[in-house]
């Protein structure tokens, strides 16, 4: 007799004090909710996070079944074994316990019992899938990734039901704990590079990873660079595409930015909609683009060079054009094209961080008032303001490399203002000599046109048609590279 | 600075930045530091130079042209001294056309053309033409780069058309032809004359003074003393140069002449006066040469040197002019050319051919590279004929010319 | 030894190295001294020195993985290798003088009115510099990129001088006889291009067939620069030593010039990049070969800074005049060249296939 009450006290004492124990190593937050409860004779304390828990899981899956099942002399396991059939429930110790809550998880803590039942009821507040913004597709699939890592896997595996799509997952970030799911064929990709990106995500014991940018710069051979070494997208068709070409994708919960992995710089210059189009309109915009990349870099630093060192080259009546509106300008033809650059660039700044409702006055008085007046001021020249909007536009035909290229214009600019178009050539001379050295991954940088692979010539600038790539890419290495055969062939 | 140590990329936009930009906003623009030359005038009175440079006034109006001239003992004197009168450097990258007149071709023209020939430029896209009386007042008739002047020129080096004279000489082909063995070119003639009709027309200022300031004004006013008006004049006139000398002026008629020798010349027309048959009645008809077939050929007979012209000619009747109007000129069976029309038409080329060929025979100049003809399908025979002659200069006596003229009507 | 450098990387070395210079001065040079007939001296000259390439070809294929100064010691010993490699090093300094000038030159003939010789050199030292310390891998990748736009403006220049020539004024045909071969020494300056092929001895992916290709593409190339002679001269005839810039003259007679744009500069800058990879080229070489003479293994790129330094100041010495410095190669130093490039592929050739490789002289590769 003695004994029960003996025990009985203890195990009052364990359930519901080892919750608030758990509370209290959690600095006591008033989020953390610990619920004492008794359920036919026997008493638990059930904790959880308020804004992290779907309540209705939690009566549905978790009380529910407990209040069918719960005897007074019933262990944990078996609890366990008869509650599994409604939801998904383990057993962890009070550490594991600890992180699961934190995760949305909802513990049940039973008397006498060291261990802890812990219930997936996580509810993340989140956005559904939608068609995410900077990649908008003609035609073609519109789901994109948003920030819950589930979601973007779930994603993935609709579209590959493949045995041989191995998933890997990581936490780094000591307080953020962040998950990464490392995913890749294991029958196409190269073991080399997956075991490369390992060991460079475990190399950094770093606080927290709240994007999946955080992640680009570990994997970078030359995190300096303004070069990215890494690929990214939003929209899981695209991360499929990848994974199909001996890629591997690296998902990141909290982000909706999955990276991939090797990169080569000409996939910048390929865009989701280009696999759903006729391939001859895509070769023609893919030169467009082209076009637009030496358009955006070169034209303003040609132009001040043309005007400081050559103007020989322009024919007559573009000189008479361009002299007469020059004439009377106060500032040097470089800083007359940096001073438009930069108000390009404040406007484009302002023009992204202000309200909605500014955004019309914003734009009256940018394009109009700063645009148009100080032209008729005499402080710029409407070529220059021709050749500077310009550029600016074509920055964005390539929005992957648009910071970049940024950087890259007034740096030319500059060259060109200084030596000319000798000092252009030089300057892209020495930009290509610095990207031909980028190889990560077992893959160079600039292929496939350095080093020269012939068969990925059908899907880089000038696009083949879907039925005449047989072979994935050979830039990215791989195990199997047979991509596409005829139905005869693989019987044989 | 630690974090500037391992971003080697920043150090470099940096250092290019510090080094770059002061040397990059001191730099003065070359277009507004030089003087944009567009056409060069070379007149000579006595022993000295008169240069005239046509040259664009920035910001006065669109594509405004100026004219200045200045003296000197030499062609690089005149434009050093102009250089320093104007305050910029002349720059001819842009230089479409050098005029000279008569006196200056007389003298030795490679003198005058020595110190433009050694510039760095784009010496094919400048054209050579002549004038008889001063080139000066040709480019000050010239008012803009949409002048008639202009237009002619552009005409030429776009479409390589020129409608009935002798395609323009470039600076290049000069040279080449001095260079050469032949030594002789025709340079068309264009003039300036006084433009009579009432309404004004163009205001020519000619601008006599030498320019200090570095802006003058152009527009309107000005030097206008006597209110002339002057136009162009591109007549089809030629002048034959000949070893760097004027040798003569071919007038409108005798270019004509020539320029049957001339496969070049893509548009042509022809005259045949009262003209008789079954149709035409003391008619003048007008004929359109829409093709032009040529083949040279030179052979030897018994030492004789043969000149052979092949012309397959493809004509249209485009005008003809009788004083009555009868209907059956107009019914279509009838355009067809009789043999005796063609016959008509192949004796007035033939005409013309022999008008040429006793004109350059007489005056001693080969602008139909007849010398170069021999020398490069006939090498021994012709030098071994050279050899014969006293003096090479007059190869073309003994040279018989052969025509072999069909013609084809083209409707 | 990693094979960092492809068959078609290689052929488009060897086209860089041939055609740069032959299309650029060289034209006017044979214009002024020999003239119509000039473009037989130019093959001929060409298919001696393509002998050379056939020479190194042999020597390749013979010692695959081995590097050039390897092949020296199997076939001369260490002293006499030694020796060879220095004479190449001063001969490929002589390369890099000439070079040198002719950029500085053709940028002030063609793009700039008043070129200062410091603006001009120290950027174009910093990104020789940069390229050699990225490797001949990046180089050969640098090349791969750049030479088929190079390729193309050629063939563009040759078109449009195939359509402006004429073709007649090849006639009379050796009217002076063949004489003027007996002058072919002056003109070793601007040959002996194939040497280049020493800095990859080692390096390159031999593919199947790999000598048919390299071989043909050269034939190709040499028929194409003598065209290329015969184009201009018959293009400008007794003009044509007035042109000192051959390729892009040419591109003067583009159709409609004047009005909607003057074309010929394109073709300017894009002989621009083909001069600097051509001077890169040579400075690489000079790089490689002293590093082996004096077996200089780290901070190789001292000696480069070094070269540049000599190279500079030879040419600052003589005011950058490329016409005083090819009197002086002229007059003084053909024999030098000779030398190298006549007795040394002949000694080659012979101690090649007298030397039987023996087995434990094959290097084990990486």
Redesign the interface.
């Known amino acids: 007799m003695n004994k029960k009450i003996f025990l009985f006290y203890t195990k009052i004492m364990n359930s519901l004090d080892m919750a608030n124990q758990l509370k209290k190593s959690l600095l006591d937050s008033t989020d953390i909710i610990v619920r004492d409860l008794e359920i036919n004779g026997e008493r638990v304390a059930l904790v959880f996070i308020d804004e992290l828990c779907n309540v209705e899981e939690l009566n549905r899956s978790v009380l529910f079944p407990i209040k069918q099942f719960m005897t007074t002399d019933i262990t944990i396991e078996d609890l366990r074994k008869n509650v599994s059939s409604f939801c998904n429930v383990e057993i962890l110790d009070l550490q594991q316990a600890k992180e699961k809550l934190l995760r949305g998880f909802s513990l049940i803590f039973m008397d006498g019992e060291e261990k802890v039942l812990v219930f997936n009821t996580v509810m993340y507040p989140g956005r559904s899938v939608e068609e995410p913004p900077t990649s908008t597709v003609i035609s073609g699939p519109r789901e994109g990734f948003n920030e819950t890592l589930k979601v973007n896997l779930s994603l993935i595996r609709k579209r590959l039901p493949s045995s041989n799509l191995k998933v890997e997952e990581l936490n780094i970030g000591r307080r953020t704990k962040t998950r990464i799911n490392i995913v890749y064929f294991d029958d196409i990709v190269d073991k080399d590079v997956v075991n490369e990106i390992k060991q460079k995500l475990n190399k950094f014991d770093i606080d927290g990873v709240i994007d999946s940018y955080y992640l680009m710069k570990f994997l970078e051979n030359r995190p300096?660079?303004?070069f990215r070494q890494v690929g990214n997208t939003e929209k899981p068709d695209i991360a499929c595409a990848k994974l199909l070409e001996g890629r591997v994708v690296i998902l990141v919960d909290g982000t909706p930015i999955a990276i991939t992995i090797p990169y080569v710089m000409f996939e910048d210059f390929q865009s989701s909609n280009d696999y759903y189009s006729d391939a001859h309109r895509v070769s023609i915009l893919r030169i467009i683009r082209v076009l637009g990349l030496f358009l955006s870099i070169f034209l303003p630093g040609m132009y001040?060079a043309l005007?400081?060192?050559?103007?020989?080259?322009l024919?007559?009546?573009f000189?008479?054009t361009?002299?007469?509106t020059?004439?009377?300008l106060p500032l040097?033809?470089?800083?007359e094209i940096f001073f438009i650059i930069i108000l390009f660039d404040i406007l484009f700044e302002a023009s992204v961080r202000m309200p909605k409702y500014l955004g019309m006055a914003i734009s009256i008085v940018g394009a109009l008032i700063l645009g148009d007046t100080a032209v008729k001021a005499g402080l710029v020249s409407p070529p220059g303001v021709m050749i500077v909007a310009l550029s600016a536009i074509t920055v964005y035909i390539i929005p992957n490399q648009s910071s970049q290229i940024s950087?890259l214009r007034i740096?030319f600019a500059?060259?060109g203002?200084?030596?000319?178009?000798?000092?252009i050539?030089?300057g892209m001379?020495?930009l290509?000599?610095?990207l031909?050295?980028f190889d990560s991954f077992k893959t160079?940088y600039?292929a496939p046109?350095?080093?020269?692979i012939s068969k990925d010539m059908k899907d880089f600038i000038l696009k083949d048609s879907l039925t005449t790539m047989k072979t994935r890419p050979q830039s990215i290495p791989n195990k199997n590279s047979t991509r596409l055969r005829n139905k005869g062939e693989e019987k044989k | 600075m630690r974090y500037l140590k391992h971003n080697k990329i920043l150090i470099v936009i940096l250092v290019l930045f510090v080094v770059m930009f002061p040397m990059t906003i001191s730099l003065p623009q070359q277009s507004r530091s030089e003087n944009i030359v567009t056409a060069i005038g070379i007149d000579k009175s006595g022993e000295e130079y008169e240069i005239s440079l046509q040259y664009l006034v920035p910001g006065s109006s669109d594509k405004a042209l100026k004219c200045s001239s200045i003296k000197g003992k030499s062609v690089g004197e005149a434009i050093e001294k102009f250089n320093l009168d104007y305050g910029k450097v002349s720059g001819f990258a842009h230089c479409r056309v050098i005029v000279f007149n008569n006196e200056a071709s007389d003298g030795n023209l490679n003198e005058a053309l020595d110190y433009i020939q050694r510039i760095k430029t784009n010496t094919n896209n400048i054209f050579i033409v002549s004038t008889e009386k001063s080139a000066k007042d040709l480019l000050s008739s010239v008012k803009d780069l949409n002048s008639e002047f202009y237009v002619i020129l552009s005409r030429d080096s776009v479409t390589g058309q020129h409608n009935h004279y002798e395609s323009l000489k470039s600076f290049g082909d000069y040279y080449n032809t001095m260079l050469g063995n032949v030594k002789c070119i025709a340079v068309n003639n264009i003039n300036v004359e006084q433009d009579n009709s009432s309404g004004g027309g163009n205001n020519a200022q000619s601008e006599a003074t030498n320019e200090s300031s570095s802006q003058g004004s152009s527009s309107g006013g000005g030097q206008n003393s006597e209110h002339e008006s002057k136009k162009i004049k591109n007549d089809g006139s030629l002048t034959i140069i000949k070893d760097n000398k004027r040798l003569l002026t071919l007038d409108s008629p005798a270019s004509d002449c020539l320029n049957w020798f001339n496969s070049k010349i893509k548009d042509m027309t022809l005259k045949v006066l009262n003209y008789n048959d079954d149709i035409y009645q003391n008619c003048d008809i007008t004929f359109d040469v829409y093709k032009r077939f040529t083949n040279v050929s030179t052979y030897f007979v018994n030492g004789k040197p043969f000149y052979k012209l092949s012309l397959v000619v493809d004509v249209t009747i485009i005008e003809a002019v009788k004083e009555s109007l009868e209907i059956k000129e107009f019914i279509p069976a009838n355009n067809l050319f009789s043999d005796k029309l063609k016959q008509a038409v192949v004796t007035e080329i033939k005409h013309k051919l022999t008008l040429a060929e006793s004109n350059f025979k007489t005056n001693k100049y080969d602008v139909v590279n007849c010398y170069e003809h021999f020398n490069k399908f006939n090498n021994k025979q012709f030098k071994h004929y050279l050899q014969s002659l006293k003096d090479d200069e007059y190869f073309l006596e003994d040279i018989t010319f052969v025509y072999d003229i069909t013609v084809r009507q083209w409707d | 030894m990693t094979k960092t450098v492809t068959t078609r990387q290689l052929i488009l070395i060897l086209v860089l190295s041939v055609v740069t210079l032959k299309v650029l001065f060289l034209p006017n040079v044979l214009a002024s001294n020999i003239g119509r007939d000039g473009y037989i001296m130019l093959l001929f000259l060409l298919l001696v020195d393509f002998l050379n390439l056939l020479i190194l070809l042999y020597l390749l294929n013979k010692y695959k993985d081995m590097t050039f100064s390897q092949i020296l010691n199997t076939l001369f010993g260490k002293a006499i290798s030694k020796v060879i490699l220095f004479l190449l090093a001063l001969f490929f300094l002589s390369r890099c003088f000439v070079r040198f000038q002719t950029n500085f030159i053709y940028l002030n003939e063609n793009l700039y009115t008043a070129f200062e010789w410091y603006i001009f050199a120290f950027p174009i030292l910093i990104c020789v510099i940069f390229c050699i310390k990225q490797g001949t891998k990046v180089y050969a990748r640098l090349c791969e990129i750049f030479m088929p736009v190079v390729i193309f403006g050629f063939l563009v220049a040759l078109v449009v001088g195939i359509f402006r020539a004429d073709f007649t004024n090849a006639l009379p045909f050796l009217e002076n006889g063949l004489g003027f071969i007996m002058s072919s020494h002056r003109y070793s300056v601007w040959f002996g291009d194939y040497f280049v092929l020493i800095l990859f001895f080692g390096k390159i992916k031999i593919e199947r067939k790999f000598n048919v290709k390299v071989v043909v593409s050269l034939l190709i190339t040499i028929v194409l620069i003598a065209l290329f002679y015969a184009v201009f001269y018959f293009t400008y005839n007794y003009n044509s030593v007035c042109h000192i810039n051959a390729i892009s003259d040419i591109m003067q007679f583009l159709p409609s010039v004047s009005d909607i744009g003057s074309f010929d500069w394109i073709l300017i800058l894009i002989w621009d990049i083909a001069l600097f990879l051509d001077f890169t080229l040579s400075v690489m070489l000079v790089n490689f070969l002293f590093c082996e003479v004096f077996n200089i293994h780290k901070h190789k790129i001292i000696v480069t800074i070094v070269s540049l330094i000599i190279i500079v100041a030879f040419n600052y010495a003589i005011n950058f005049n490329i016409f005083l410095s090819m009197t002086i190669y002229r007059d003084y130093i053909f024999a030098f060249n000779i030398l190298i490039q006549a007795g040394l592929p002949i000694l080659l050739f012979i101690f090649g296939t007298a030397k039987r490789r023996k087995l434990n002289e094959i290097p084990k590769t990486q």
Request: glycine residues 6%.
């Open positions: 300096n660079s303004i001040i005007q400081l060192y050559h103007y020989k080259v024919p007559l009546k000189l008479v361009i002299v007469n020059t004439q009377n040097n033809p470089f800083l950087i740096v500059l060259i203002g200084t030596l000319g178009f000798h000092g050539i030089l001379l020495f290509i000599a610095y031909c050295n160079p600039l046109y350095a080093p020269y």
